[in-house]
């Protein structure tokens, strides 16, 4: 079972204590945010609230938006074991077909 959660530690700890496996982190912050300053910002509280929860015992996933300049960058947070770009897959899809927005994700996220 797994819960979306603001990367902090205080409902990590919460999740824990709730034998709770997965904790799942937005990346709707880093996508929407305002300059790349303010995104590596977003990136480098999702890396500490992945290590955070790692340290607990939780997995760790991504979920939410991307846009095409965050995938490399979500893809080297360490202890993030999965990530689903919901929103930016569907998009992909529309004009690629499936296998050519996996494709071009995979890409991107290198």
Same mark, same amino acid.
């Given at each position: 079972?797994?819960?979306?959660?603001?990367?902090?530690?205080?409902?990590?700890?919460?999740?824990?204590?709730?034998?709770?496996?997965?904790?799942?982190?937005?990346?709707?912050?880093?996508?929407?945010?305002?300059?790349?300053?303010?995104?590596?910002? @977003?990136?480098?509280?999702?890396?500490?609230?992945?290590?955070? !929860?790692? #340290? /607990? %015992?939780?997995?760790? +996933? $991504?979920?939410?938006?991307?846009?095409?300049?965050?995938?490399?960058?979500?893809?080297?947070?360490?202890?993030?074991? @999965?990530?689903?770009?919901?929103?930016?897959?569907?998009?992909? !899809?529309? #004009? /690629? %077909?499936?296998?050519? +927005? $996996?494709?071009?994700?995979?890409?991107?996220?290198?």
């Amino acid at each position: 079972m797994g819960v979306l959660v603001e990367a902090e530690a205080a409902p990590l700890k919460e999740l824990s204590r709730a034998h709770v496996q997965w904790a799942y982190f937005s990346t709707e912050p880093a996508a929407l945010a305002s300059g790349i300053e303010a995104a590596q910002t @977003e990136v480098l509280r999702l890396s500490s609230a992945a290590l955070a !929860a790692h #340290r /607990l %015992g939780l997995r760790v +996933a $991504l979920l939410g938006p991307t846009g095409r300049q965050l995938p490399s960058a979500l893809a080297r947070i360490e202890h993030v074991e @999965e990530i689903y770009p919901a929103p930016d897959l569907w998009g992909l !899809a529309l #004009r /690629l %077909g499936w296998e050519g +927005a $996996l494709s071009e994700y995979q890409r991107l996220m290198r």
